[in-house]
């Protein structure tokens, strides 16, 4: 009895991390994540390691996290991952004031984002 198990949402030679909530715009986390989309995680691990963005320690965790779920999860290769996919969008937003003159005010917007991150095993190519 029970319920049946959900479909994997990626192939079998892939693996996924998210990571759901990173303080700081969907645009300055986008420059972060173009810098490693296509490549080797090696020298994605590497890049993001000697980035002066600030979003490139978080980027990191997510893609260590993927790298960790397609080694103990699914049985794939480490030295054979390529990033195949990070994308980016918006989460949440904290929505705080700001006091002005005369008694006014002024909001300020703290957003929140999300990154996807799929890694590929991928063939040896001869």
């Not at 989309?37 to 996290?65: P, Q, W, Y």
């Not at 996919?85 to 003159?101: D, F, N, P, Q, Y």
């Not at 999300?114 to 190519?125: G, L, P, S, T």
Request: charged share 30%; aromatic share 2%.
């Amino acid at each position: 009895m029970g319920k049946e198990k959900s479909p994997r949402r990626v192939a079998d030679n892939e693996a996924l991390s998210v990571g759901t909530q990173i303080r700081g715009s969907a645009q300055k986390l986008n420059l972060v994540a173009a810098l490693i989309r296509g490549r080797k995680v090696e020298d994605a691990m590497n890049v993001l390691a000697f980035s002066k963005k600030a979003m490139a320690v978080d980027v990191r965790k997510v893609l260590a996290s993927a790298v960790a779920n397609a080694e103990n999860n699914h049985n794939l290769d480490v030295d054979a991952l390529v990033v195949k996919e990070a994308s980016v969008g918006k989460s949440l937003s904290m929505k705080r004031w700001h006091a002005r003159g005369r008694g006014k005010s002024t909001r300020i917007v703290k957003p929140f984002s999300r990154i996807r991150i799929v890694v590929r095993e991928q063939e040896e190519e001869a």
